[in-house]
């Protein structure tokens, strides 16, 4: 889902400002350089930048990447994919051609990988690329970039291709480097919070190290405040468990995972499964700031945000005015990512004091049992 959309899902990265004295002419000679182009004619695949605007033009007039603040872009991918049943179908074909040729003998592996290669060659020559695009949107005097997929391979792919032409190395915004690059934080939670980290470094390699606790404290703390959240008296905002949530425990080396969705607000279902040990994996919350409502899946790395759904854009800004919608969607999307680091840093600042485990764990446990 582009992160445009009415429902958008991206992962998240910090992003050094470059150091250029020109920033126009950087961006100008990155996107000649790094746009996309059409793969060979036996080529799998070709990656680039194109527009966001229409991710079929590679030109970017007038220099139609900047908006306002921000760097928006498409990273297209075309590929070519012979699916597998054709692949065996012809395959098969070739080798009973082959076999009838040399009185019934099986070909040699050699031969094998021979006549693979040719089929493959051959099915590839009469296939038509297939195009996507993932929306990327960047914003320099922040230090942020978003990346509309949270799929590894799709990942790997764009930041490679990032790296190459930008000369710039995005860091994931997840839960662990969240709370290390917290500013707000004090020192002595900064070095308590190293401490930890050292002697749970085996929950980090199993990505449930803070980012668990955190779903979980902020279902129990939506509960406990009643969805009625202020953080000071300039900070109120409606903070409540959405309609899904998916649980998980490792037993003999086994996952067992319960997923729970429905209009059911009590969760029940969830609230079993946390009784028998399991942890959230993934929910969904919904938080309402002023008049506007949003909805997101939050998982336990807490980098990807998943299914987020604005309030609708202002119906003015109709299709004659694509800046005005562009814009007014990045401010929605701000706003919710404020909130959301609003909450992950107080929960932080709870996590890391003395109270955690002589006050609020205590009281997650009874809450649990209620």
């Not at 955190?214 to 300039?234: H, N, P, R």
């Given at each position: 889902m582009p992160i445009l959309s009415s429902s958008s899902t991206f992962v998240r990265f910090t992003v050094e400002k470059p150091l250029v004295s020109d920033l126009a002419s950087y961006l100008a000679d990155v996107f000649k350089q790094g746009a996309f182009k059409d793969p060979e004619p036996l080529q799998k695949q070709s990656a680039g930048f194109s527009s966001i605007d229409n991710m079929f033009d590679t030109e970017f007039p007038y220099a139609n990447y900047e908006k306002g603040e921000y760097i928006a872009f498409n990273f297209r991918i075309d590929e070519r994919k012979i699916p597998s049943t054709v692949f065996k179908q012809f395959l098969h074909k070739a080798e009973t051609e082959y076999r009838k040729k040399h009185e019934g003998r099986r070909p040699h592996r050699n031969e094998w990988n021979d006549i693979k290669d040719s089929v493959e060659l051959k099915l590839l020559s009469q296939m038509l690329p297939s195009p996507k695009a993932f929306q990327v949107i960047w914003s320099p005097s922040s230090g942020y970039l978003l990346f509309g997929s949270t799929q590894e391979k799709i990942i790997d792919q764009f930041l490679e291709y990032f790296e190459k032409y930008f000369k710039l190395y995005p860091k994931p915004k997840d839960a662990l480097t969240s709370a290390l690059e917290d500013k707000k934080l004090e020192q002595k939670q900064k070095e308590f919070l190293t401490r930890l980290i050292a002697s749970r470094s085996r929950e980090l390699t199993e990505d449930i190290f803070l980012?668990?606790?955190?779903?979980?404290?902020?279902?129990?703390?939506?509960?406990?405040?009643?969805?009625?959240?202020?953080?000071?008296?300039?900070?109120?905002?409606e903070l409540f468990v959405g309609n899904r949530m998916t649980l998980e425990q490792t037993v003999d080396g086994k996952k067992q995972r319960v997923v729970c969705s429905g209009p059911d607000s009590d969760m029940a279902e969830a609230r079993m499964a946390l009784k028998e040990g399991k942890q959230i994996k993934e929910a969904e919350y919904e938080i309402t700031i002023g008049e506007n409502r949003y909805s997101f899946i939050l998982d336990t790395r807490l980098w990807a945000i998943k299914s987020l759904k604005t309030p609708r854009i202002d119906s003015s800004l109709d299709d004659d005015d694509p800046e005005g919608r562009f814009f007014e969607k990045m401010y929605l999307i701000e706003e919710a990512l404020k909130y959301i680091d609003l909450i992950y840093h107080h929960f932080l600042t709870l996590r890391l004091s003395i109270s955690w485990e002589r006050d609020i764990v205590p009281d997650l446990k009874k809450w649990i049992e209620a």
């Open positions: 980012g668990s606790e955190f779903l979980l404290w902020l279902w129990y703390f939506s509960e406990t405040e009643k969805g009625q959240i202020s953080f000071d008296k300039d900070t109120h905002f």
